[in-house]
């Protein structure tokens, strides 16, 4: 297996424009996390999807943010418009209950 | 989720046993014990979890006291590919299936040549 797949790996933009980050999950995984890591928050969850429902998203900082999973093997998370403060990895976990979670490698983000 | 208290860091010698601590003296009785490390750069890698026994795998050990207010991970013989923060994470399972991870400091173990 993959493992989870995240895309771009890094991603260098502006402020102000809208940042598109991709995680395909491992196949048959039915939970699906978003994660975001800072040096000063740590590794905080921000939302995760069960069978492709947002089950929880509570940990999502602002109205900027927005997550979907169009279908099992794909999901995004999207910032618009972007801000410097939203530099940071994040990454996409999956899991199928009741078994670890898998994370990916991250994308870092940084926003000029 | 009961909160969970680590050294800031640790070091340990190539070849010899690590042993990481981790207090959670609030934990509830369907609390499982979660361990996950990070090594620079990449995502957090899970390693082992635990309810009340003692649990083994391929990568560590779990030692978890007989009130479960503590537990031991041990990397048997450490490598220096073992440095890495390592974090321990009480959850109770099956909240509606989920693992909803709430990561604390961590541990910053170096395994030094």
């Known amino acids: 297996d993959a493992g989870v797949i995240q895309s771009p790996r890094h991603e260098v933009t502006e402020m102000g424009q809208e940042v598109t980050l991709r995680c395909k999950p491992i196949s048959g995984h039915d939970y699906l996390f978003w994660y975001r890591q800072t040096m000063m928050r740590g590794l905080e969850l921000l939302i995760y999807?069960?069978?492709?429902?947002?089950?929880?998203d509570s940990g999502m900082p602002e109205d900027r943010f927005s997550a979907k999973m169009p279908n099992a093997s794909f999901s995004t998370l999207k910032i618009q418009p972007s801000e410097p403060r939203d530099s940071a990895v994040y990454f996409c976990?999956?899991?199928?209950?009741?078994?670890?979670?898998?994370f990916g490698p991250g994308t870092r983000l940084t926003v000029l | 989720d009961a909160k969970t208290t680590q050294p800031t860091s640790m070091d340990c010698a190539e070849g010899r046993a690590a042993n990481l601590p981790c207090n959670h003296s609030?934990?509830?009785?369907?609390?499982?014990v979660y361990w996950y490390r990070q090594i620079h750069s990449q995502g957090p890698q899970y390693i082992i979890h635990g309810l009340k026994n003692n649990e083994t795998n391929e990568m560590a050990s779990l030692i978890i006291t007989e009130d479960r207010k503590s537990s031991t991970l041990i990397l048997p013989h450490a490598t220096l590919r073992d440095t890495a923060v390592y974090y321990c994470i009480v959850r109770a399972d099956l909240i509606q299936g989920a693992q909803k991870l709430v990561f604390g400091q961590g541990t910053r173990l170096t395994i030094n040549p």
């Open positions: 976990a999956s899991s199928h209950s009741p078994t670890p979670q898998y």
């Open positions: 999807f069960n069978n492709n429902v947002p089950i929880d």
């Open positions: 609030t934990i509830s009785g369907n609390e499982y």
